[in-house]
């Protein structure tokens, strides 16, 4: 069974543009969460979506969005990038709610 | 501010031997912890976890202790292999399902 799957797996933008990420759950999983970890840090919340409602969101700035589609892949959009943007972003699933979650292998985003 | 901390960003330790990896967390609202494995361009795995009505979890050579009056936990691989050696991470939630709040993650060598 094919596990969580992120694309692209490597990107790099410069200051002021924007990003889009995505994530495919594993198959049967129907909630999506996003974090981030920056270098030398462990990975910070940025948010959780289920049957496609958001169900939390970590401190992050409103550049940061997110949203989950009806097959429950999901997207995260960064708008006017900052080179602190610069990190992995990491999307996991889970079944429900509850449960273990699944990591992707994440995209590193570069800003330059 | 860092609601769980790894206080040793690195442990070594010879094949065979117990490695012993401990995590620090201060929100006194968070009940169910977990430790992640991640290797190098992977994402994290789940290993093992802990709700806060137990002090002990146990899964094969990984066992996890938990002292909820310190505020401390600690991951135990007992006998280490060399296939060990990856960062660890300690997350800690408000129940599970919930956003997880990780450290910055303790990287193990295990040395032949």
């Known amino acids: 069974d094919a596990g969580v799957t992120q694309s692209p797996t490597h990107l790099i933008k410069t200051r002021g543009q924007q990003v889009t990420l995505r994530c495919s759950p594993i198959?049967?999983?129907?909630?999506v969460s996003w974090y981030q970890q920056v270098l030398g840090q462990g990975p910070q919340f940025i948010f959780q979506y289920y049957e496609k409602e958001e169900r939390g969101r970590g401190n992050f700035p409103d550049r940061f969005s997110a949203r989950q589609f009806p097959n429950y892949s999901s997207e995260l959009n960064v708008n006017a990038l900052l080179l602190g943007d610069s990190a992995l972003y990491l999307c996991a699933s889970s079944w429900a709610v509850t449960g273990e979650l699944f990591f992707g292998e994440g995209s590193r985003l570069t800003v330059l | 501010d860092q609601q769980v901390k790894q206080n040793s960003p690195s442990l070594s330790v010879q094949e065979g031997r117990i490695s012993i990896l401990n995590c620090d967390y201060t929100n006194s609202m968070f009940d169910y912890f977990l430790w992640y494995k991640k290797y190098p361009a992977e994402g994290p795995t789940f290993l093992i976890s802990?709700?806060?009505?137990?002090d002990k979890n146990e899964d094969g050579r990984f066992t996890v202790f938990l002292n909820k009056s310190a505020k401390h936990l600690s991951l135990h691989i007992v006998p280490s292999q060399p296939g060990d050696s990856a960062v660890y991470f300690c997350a800690a939630s408000r129940g599970s399902g919930y956003a997880l709040n990780f450290g910055k993650g303790t990287s193990l060598l295990v040395t032949p």
């Open positions: 198959s049967g999983h129907k909630s």
């Open positions: 802990i709700s806060s009505i137990k």
